[in-house]
């Protein structure tokens, strides 16, 4: 189907998204209108997709945009929000066939659904070039209890949601640079790259219990660097301590090199974060009841005399090189 004009773009696909918010004006302003918690403060991201940087040609429309969703909603949760609403901006080519648009709404309807956020706004144009995807993702949080990334003290526990390195291995399962044995394996890795899950209602519950989060969407090792130098200290990661699926543990033992994508693989939108001692208890319990598992990892220290850095250690306290950091967006 020929691509139709912006209007009708908007009108057909993307106004029935908005629907639960009065304040949208059913995308026929120039702006909304929404009006958070008395006592909460807004907490706002923007992440952009780019066809064939972030998303492979071949992905299904519903996957891009529920991905596209994530990784923004995990943005919010690694600042200890709960998400509320959002926009989007679509850059489509000019010969884009308007069925994938359609599939692509339609997975965005399911995926805000699971979510509990509506779109309250936007733009639409055409372009030349690659198709490029941009969503602002807007949330809440109570007043002065936002997660930073530079909250971590000496002593802290480190932790990490969910299981590392899984999102890593489905892209190079797409791209055929790996072929599990077992296609159920294969399967699982990929659903993990094409649909990560943003841990909103562990980010929101961590206010107040976490001292630093982050999210893991450039690697492990890298973006745990970020709280490091943000605070000031050294973490110490215990390799054989970081979660992972039965399906990376199959693949690894058939080849060790793989480590590398635990360690620098990103995209898996889990959450890492410090948290005192004290809060262990509080911690697991939230875990629990959001049905998110979370997995001590190691410890914050005092800074090296060469500044701030993440070591990852073995169990034999030996120094586990790590080759890359993780993805570099430049």
């Known amino acids: 189907m020929a691509l139709g004009s912006e209007f009708d773009i908007i009108r057909r696909y993307f106004a029935p998204l908005s629907e639960a918010a009065p304040g949208a004006y059913g995308l026929g302003n120039d702006a ?39 990784v923004n909603l995990s943005d919010l949760a690694a600042m200890g929000a709960k998400p509320a609403v959002y926009t989007i901006a679509t850059a489509w080519p000019k010969d884009m ?4 648009i359609a599939a692509f709404a339609s997975g965005l309807a399911q995926a805000q659904a699971a979510a509990g956020v509506t779109l309250v706004g936007g733009d639409t144009v055409s372009t030349p070039g690659p198709m490029v995807l941009t969503l602002t993702a807007i949330g809440e949080v109570r007043s002065r209890m936002a997660l930073p990334r530079g909250g971590a003290k000496v002593g802290d526990d480190v932790y990490v949601s969910g299981t590392i390195g899984d999102a890593a291995l489905g892209l190079r399962v797409l791209r055929g640079e790996l072929t599990p044995s077992d296609k159920t394996v294969g399967g699982y890795l990929i ?3 094409r649909l990560p899950t943003a841990r909103s209602t562990l980010g929101a519950g961590l206010a107040g219990l976490a001292t630093a989060a982050i999210d893991v969407s450039d690697g492990l090792v890298q973006d745990l660097g970020h709280i490091a ?13 970081i979660p992972l699926s039965v399906a990376l543990k199959s693949a690894l033992d058939g080849n060790q ?25 509080a911690i697991l319990e939230l875990a629990n009841s959001s049905g998110t598992k979370a997995t001590r990892i190691g410890i914050v220290g005092e800074a090296s005399s060469g ?16 080759g890359r950091q993780g993805y570099r967006h430049f």
Not at 229 to 241: A, F, L, M, Q
Not at 257 to 272: H, K, N, P, Q, R
Request: charged letters at 30%; aromatic letters at 8%; proline letters at 8%.
């Open 229 to 241: 130098r943000e605070s000031g200290v050294n973490i110490v990661i215990d390799r054989d301590d």
């Open 257 to 281: 090199t793989l480590w590398d994508s635990v360690f620098a693989g990103g995209d898996d939108y889990e959450l890492a974060f410090s948290a005192p001692p004290k809060a262990k208890d």
């Open 32 to 70: 909304a209108v929404w009006r958070p918690a008395d006592g909460c403060e807004a907490v706002i991201t923007t992440d952009c997709m780019v066809a064939g940087v972030h998303f492979l040609p071949d992905d299904p429309p519903a996957t891009v945009a529920a991905k596209l969703l994530a």
């Open 191 to 193: 659903g993990r790259y």
């Open 307 to 322: 500044g701030p850095e993440v070591r990852v250690f073995d169990a034999d306290r030996q120094i586990v090189p790590v």
């Open 97 to 100: 066939d308007e069925n994938w």
